[in-house]
């Protein structure tokens, strides 16, 4: 079955931690996005990239950061610089080719004790 | 900075009745999409539509672009419990995504 998922489904960190959010897809898909949703809330984009060992920062960067060292692999890390990290992630993908309809991964929930 | 602006913001209505969402965006674009969310889920993509005057159907909703008007409806028919979620449009921009704020939609019997 082709898809992306996500790891862990929910994480809870303890202010001061670095905590790395998991992204994988098997859709052989160029592009991969990270945005955050906060409650009520639409997304908001963190980090993207379209090529390997390339990403952009989006509107929300700060405090993130990400690696893209593989096709299949997109993960992100929340650092102690993110004041607010309580969110729920979103890890997306498409091709660059042809038209782009944006496929994402079930999400996870973090919670910042 | 591109804009996607949706209305309304919150919508709730009978079942058997009509009504439309509507997505605004401030960039030229030839490419909207069309995603729903259940609450404490992932987002799952309903519409692609991919040039000026497309219109896509799937059940009791029904999707159309207007990209001179930069315009995009997300048209529901006899509104059924079902359909309760929150519905989001997104156009993109040089492989760039721009979500709007999303409609919570409530189908009361």
């Known amino acids: 079955d082709g898809g992306i998922t996500q790891s862990p489904k929910y994480l809870f960190r303890k202010e001061g931690q670095n905590v790395t959010l998991s992204c994988e897809q098997n859709?052989?898909?160029?592009?991969m996005y990270w945005y955050r949703q906060d409650p009520g809330q639409g997304l908001r984009l963190i980090y993207y990239?379209?090529?390997?060992?390339?990403?952009q920062k989006g509107d929300i960067a700060e405090g993130y950061s990400v690696s893209r060292e593989k096709k299949e692999s997109f993960p992100l890390t929340v650092t102690s610089a993110q004041k607010n990290p309580t969110a729920f992630y979103l890890c997306?993908?498409?091709?660059?080719?042809?038209?782009?309809?944006?496929?994402f991964g079930p999400g996870t929930r973090l919670t910042v004790l | 900075e591109l804009k996607v602006e949706q209305n309304p913001l919150f919508l709730s209505m009978q079942e058997g009745k009509n009504y439309t969402i509507y997505c605004n965006y401030s960039?030229?674009?030839?490419?909207l999409y069309w995603y729903r969310q259940d609450p404490g889920k992932s987002l799952e993509s309903l519409f692609v539509l991919l040039s000026n005057g497309a219109v896509k159907q799937e059940g009791r909703l029904m999707a159309s672009l207007d990209t001179k008007a930069r315009l995009s409806t997300l048209h529901i028919t006899a509104a059924v419990h079902d359909l309760s979620a929150t519905y989001f449009c997104a156009v993109d921009n040089s492989n760039q995504f721009y979500f709007g704020t999303g409609t919570s939609l409530t189908v009361i019997p």
């Open positions: 960039t030229t674009s030839d490419r």
């Open positions: 990239s379209q090529i390997v060992n390339d990403f």
């Open positions: 859709l052989n898909h160029d592009a």
């Open positions: 997306a993908s498409n091709s660059i080719i042809g038209y782009n309809e944006q496929f």
